[in-house]
């Protein structure tokens, strides 16, 4: 029987008995409560797997059960008894599985064969792998190497994507985007030019030093849940947490730790934010603008008098750059528009700046709502000039956090993956494999998406994901892949980028992080880089789902063998699938500042970091300081208008049970929606100002002026505790909605976080 959709308010902590049910719960859903609840037992583990969730840091001395709810659930879902088999195909043509929902199609469980497509029966068939192999490779050998994107998705390991990188550029392209260029690219362009290096400054040793926190636009209690330990250690040192959010996400407001069976009794949930602000949609660089003006102003009053400085003036003089450009575009702004901007009173953001002014140690933590707006770059550049006033980058406690998506996503740009040639030491590779690296930058996921479109593309080679998925603008891309004449997917589980196949298409099955990887020189290791630039090996301890499967390592050099010439450069790629510390080796010899003695540091305790420059407050950037950015102006989206009477900001974000495209089940129970995620949540007084009532079904459509017509029907509207103006609804539902012009600045991140959207009743036709 389906159960009814239901929204309510969910008082609960976040964390406590509601986690500890629904792990019990996915756990028998696939059907593995006995095995499943073994391996959990490694999760994490110095000598166990990395998870295959979130990409947030392992400490060294795990707790028993070093494991949160969501992170179960994935395990769960890669370890799930259910199989997607030649036989499922026979049944189903793909016409006919396009009927089913996302959830439908994944949920029937992991892939277990090689499958190409067939025309003529609309079928997947089963193919020997080498001649899938030998297949692409012949098509590959007949493409302009230009017009092939290789996608990496942000989970295979360190050593997978070293070789996928390797191959693409071996053949003859930059095109390797990645998740990142949907997720945090806004980040890896923005912090090279503040602080000269791509990515975080902390490590989780920090936390215990840190005595304020600044939050800013993420989910932790659903996303990176086991954050909220050293968050709550923190308050329970009374440490401040201040977090800018527009809705007030659970896990931020309290957490109760589902493994404190002290906590879980009484229960005595921690209150996790000491200051909660609900910003406005795509208001934070007002907000931070507000923030960084009253320090300055009191900064300036200080001098005045004679009162010590409220800036760390001995930082700003001695390790940054711009300082005054910015401080008097600070002084000059307008109270009045920071306010309009933000949606928060001037008094709100003066008791932020309090905060910030009497800590010693401040670290910023952000996430997407920062990075996916057209101004997301100068949204986490305003995050460095606030980090900068007070000298909070580069000493315990202090720096600045972006809290990644994929759980090596991180990695894969570290090892070369990624679409700008000057991020790669060419000339190494060059030297090593004694070819010719093509050296002009190659295709975003923005370009790609474009090409696909345009049919600039020919080939699209998936390393995971579900990139016609998760990227926007379905409507206008849905019918361009099914023009194009090859995608190969290597992937664990069948979804909607499978279906929306090229007209030769190829199904790879792999094995996934958590199973035993058995090669010719024994079970291997693989590794993974963390968010705090620390690097963990992951040993596998399920048996195969198959015994058909290959792993990634096995099946990129498989690939690479069938498509590369001699003339391509030289690798023994046999050697290095038979034992993955050949490629660390390599990794090593590439990149030897990076991962000294890799084979040797990757299982100690806690894993190793990469050294980083900034976090010992050496500046790689053209000035050789830390730089303040002064932003251009205020206005967050000078090319959509959100101006409109009845336009709202819509967010799309993830519920409480996914893992991005991967719908685990349709509660999102943080937010107390139940059995559904076709609801656009809105404020109160929006709803009765443009006519609509609870659980009225609506049309939600986009403001632009491209010509194109793009909507979303059937959401049912809830009143939700959200700013005026702005409303939410889930990703990947609403990507439909989201122009693909409609991206960060610079970055190309799609700007999933600010849609410019008019919400109509279903059964009436004109506004
Ligand atoms: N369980 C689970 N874990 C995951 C994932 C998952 O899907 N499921 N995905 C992984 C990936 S790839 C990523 S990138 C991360 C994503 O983790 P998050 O960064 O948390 O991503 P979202 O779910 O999109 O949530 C965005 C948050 O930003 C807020 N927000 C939206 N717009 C704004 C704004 O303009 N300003 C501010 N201040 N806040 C805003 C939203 O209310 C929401 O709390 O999580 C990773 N971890
Ligand atoms: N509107 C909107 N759009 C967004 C976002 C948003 O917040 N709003 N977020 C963006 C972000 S931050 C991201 S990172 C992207 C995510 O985009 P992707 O990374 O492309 O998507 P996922 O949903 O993570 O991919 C899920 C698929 O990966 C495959 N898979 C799982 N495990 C493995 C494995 O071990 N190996 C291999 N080879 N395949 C595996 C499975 O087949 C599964 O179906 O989406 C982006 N899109
Ligand atoms: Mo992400």
Known sequence: MSKL?????????AGGWGSAKAVASILLKEHVAVNGSRILMHQNKPDGFACVSCSWAKPADPHLFEFC??????TAWEVTSKRVTPEFFQHHTL????????????SQGRLTEPMRYDAATDRYLPIPWQQAFDEIGAQLRGFDPKRVVFYASGRASLETSYMYQLFARMYGTNNLPDSSNMCHESTSVALPETIGVPVGTVTLDDFQHTDCFFFFGHNTGTNAPRMLHPLQEARQRHARI???????????????NPQSPGQMLTPDETCISTQYHQVKIGGDIAAVTGI???????????QKEGAPRVLDAAFIAEHTHGFDTFADAMRAANWRDIEVESGLTRSALEAAATDYAKSKAVMILYGMGITQHREGVLAVQMLTNLMLLGGNIGKPGAGICPIRG?????????????????????DKLAEMYRFNPPRDVGMTTVDACEGVRDGTVDAFIGLGGNFARATPDHGVLEPAWKKLPLTVQIATHLNRSHLLHGRAAYLLPCLGRIEVDRQAGGAQIVTVEDSTACIHASRGFAAPASEHLLSEPAIVAGLAKATLTPQSGSVDWDAWVGDYSLVRDAIERTYPDQFKDFNQRMSQPGGFHRPLAAAK??????????????PPDASEDPDMSFEGERTLRLMTTRGDSQFNTTVYSLDDRFRGVFNTRQVLLMNRADMTRLGLTEDEAVTVATVSNDGVERKVDGLRVHAFDIPAGCAMSYYPECNPLIPLAH????????????????????????S
């Open 617 to 630: 407050r050496e500046w790689k950037t053209k000035t050789g300081k830390a730089n303040f950015i002064t």
């Open 69 to 74: 709810e969501n992170g179960a659930k994935a």
């Open 406 to 426: 994929h759980s090596n996503v991180q990695g894969q740009r570290t090892v070369g993956i990624t679409e700008k040639p000057s991020l790669v030491p060419l």
């Open 95 to 106: 016409a006919a599985l396009e009927a089913w929902t996302d959830f439908e199609l994944e």
């Open 743 to 766: 991206h960060a600045k610079r970055a190309k991140v799609p700007a999933g976080k600010a849609v410019p959207v008019t919400v109509r009743a279903m059964a009436r036709s004109s």
């Open 242 to 256: 201040v977090t800018f959010n527009p809705i007030k996400e659970r896990g931020l407001v309290s957490f109760a």
């Open 292 to 302: 960084c003006k009253a320090l300055i102003d009191a900064d300036d009053r200080a």
């Open 5 to 13: 959709p239901r929204i309510e308010k969910y008082s609960h902590p």
